[in-house]
């Protein structure tokens, strides 16, 4: 068998494992319970620690998806994607570093298991690029580390996430409404057009 027919089994492979992956494990629900418990106050320095697990596992999980597609993205694309998910999340985010010794098998079981799958499909994609870029001959060089978060350095994403669970956890809070819990022009604040009276 030759070096080119053995790499393209190889990536064939590492494709539909990924694929697998993703249709079996990553589209489950987010273990919220589990973030909750460690994160403490909502409010306080580790508040918004499920909008960035949130994201975190998103990336992960479209690499996963649309891991047939890597094979013919561009280079630069490639290693973009290589740079990302070189840190593991409490690399990544390594203001929740005092929180990865809470997440264990028996304290937080959901989210253990969940960081688990995600952590290993995070490994595949990463072999899977290596063996796309080594099937086209190219020596990438070796990944740039991409600068650390912290909190005050919060994107507008971050921002509005942690704002719109504020206002949801209000809102929740109010039971006046016939609709629920929702005001009356709710939708239309939200940007989604004006819904009933």
Same mark, same amino acid.
């Given at each position: 068998?030759?070096?080119?027919?053995?790499?393209?089994?190889?990536?064939?492979?590492?494709?539909?494992?990924?694929?697998?992956?993703?249709?079996?494990?990553?589209?489950?629900?987010?273990?919220?319970?589990?973030?909750?418990?460690?994160?403490?106050?909502?409010?306080?320095?580790?508040?918004?620690?499920?909008?960035?697990?949130?994201?975190?596992?998103?990336?992960?999980?479209?690499?996963?998806?649309?891991?047939?597609?890597?094979?013919?993205?561009?280079?630069?694309?490639?290693?973009?994607?290589?740079?990302?998910?070189?840190?593991?999340?409490?690399?990544?985010?390594?203001?929740?570093?005092?929180?990865?010794?809470?997440?264990?098998?028996?304290?937080?079981?959901?989210?253990?298991?969940?960081?688990?799958?995600?952590?290993?499909? %995070? @490994?595949?994609?990463?072999? #899977?690029?290596?063996?796309?870029?080594?099937? +086209? /001959?190219?020596? &990438?060089?070796? *990944?740039?580390?991409?600068?650390?978060?912290?909190?005050?350095?919060?994107?507008?994403?971050?921002?509005?996430?942690?704002?719109? %669970? @504020?206002?949801?956890?209000? #809102?929740?809070?109010?039971?006046?409404?016939? +609709? /629920?819990?929702? &005001?009356?022009? *709710?939708?239309?604040?939200?940007?989604?057009?004006?819904?009933?009276?």
């Amino acid at each position: 068998m030759s070096e080119d027919v053995r790499r393209s089994a190889t990536i064939e492979e590492r494709i539909e494992e990924l694929g697998t992956i993703y249709h079996q494990e990553l589209l489950r629900p987010a273990p919220s319970d589990d973030c909750f418990k460690i994160e403490g106050d909502p409010d306080g320095p580790y508040g918004d620690l499920h909008p960035d697990l949130s994201t975190y596992k998103t990336y992960i999980a479209s690499c996963c998806r649309g891991a047939s597609k890597l094979v013919t993205r561009p280079t630069e694309s490639l290693l973009e994607d290589r740079n990302w998910l070189s840190r593991t999340f409490f690399e990544r985010w390594p203001l929740y570093a005092d929180l990865e010794k809470l997440v264990t098998r028996d304290e937080t079981p959901k989210l253990y298991r969940d960081l688990e799958v995600h952590e290993h499909a %995070r @490994r595949l994609v990463l072999e #899977l690029i290596q063996a796309v870029l080594e099937s +086209r /001959g190219e020596l &990438p060089p070796r *990944w740039i580390p991409v600068p650390r978060l912290t909190k005050i350095d919060c994107s507008p994403a971050r921002r509005s996430a942690r704002l719109f %669970r @504020r206002v949801g956890q209000k #809102l929740s809070m109010r039971n006046d409404s016939p +609709r /629920g819990a929702r &005001p009356k022009n *709710w939708s239309k604040n939200f940007g989604q057009g004006v819904t009933g009276n």
